[in-house]
Nanobody, 123 residues
Framework: QVQLVESGGGLVQAGASLRLSCAASFSSYAMGWFRQAPGKEREFVAAVRWSSGSTYADSVKGRFTISRDNAKNAVYLQMNSLKPEDTAAYYC????WGGGPKDISLTQTYNYWGQGTQVTVSS
């Protein structure tokens, strides 16, 4: 059964840190984090390939760090210096193997999605 299970969201004050975790039931070429605020489209946050090459949205560079544990099929998002504008539901996603080069910042690259975990940052 294909599963992505996220954890680690919560309510924090601006400047605080949170660590999101996502465990998959399968191996994947890339794993990523996206977020969606109310009334807005889902947007890319960060992603990492099996080979550990990663990429970040400009809005989180220097504050967020993505990492993965291939042995556990898990991906993590360490979020530091959180801002109220980081408030959103955060979704973990996994991209399958094969199919040639992939842009891992695009939602259409990913076939599998978690249920989402809420991050709320108060000012």
């Amino acid at each position: 059964q294909v599963q992505l299970v996220e954890s680690g969201g919560g309510l924090v004050q601006a400047g605080a840190s949170l660590r999101l975790s996502c465990a998959a039931s399968f191996s994947s070429y890339a794993m990523g984090w996206f977020r969606q605020a109310p009334g807005k489209e889902r947007e890319f946050v960060a992603a990492v390939r099996w080979s550990s090459g990663s990429t970040y949205a400009d809005s989180v560079k220097g504050r967020f760090t993505i990492s993965r544990d291939n042995a556990k099929n898990a991906v993590y998002l360490q979020m530091n210096s959180l801002k109220p504008e980081d408030t959103a539901a955060y979704y973990c996603a996994a991209a399958p193997w094969g199919g040639g080069p992939k842009d891992i910042s695009l939602t259409q690259t990913y076939n599998y999605w978690g249920q989402g975990t809420q991050v709320t940052v108060s000012s």
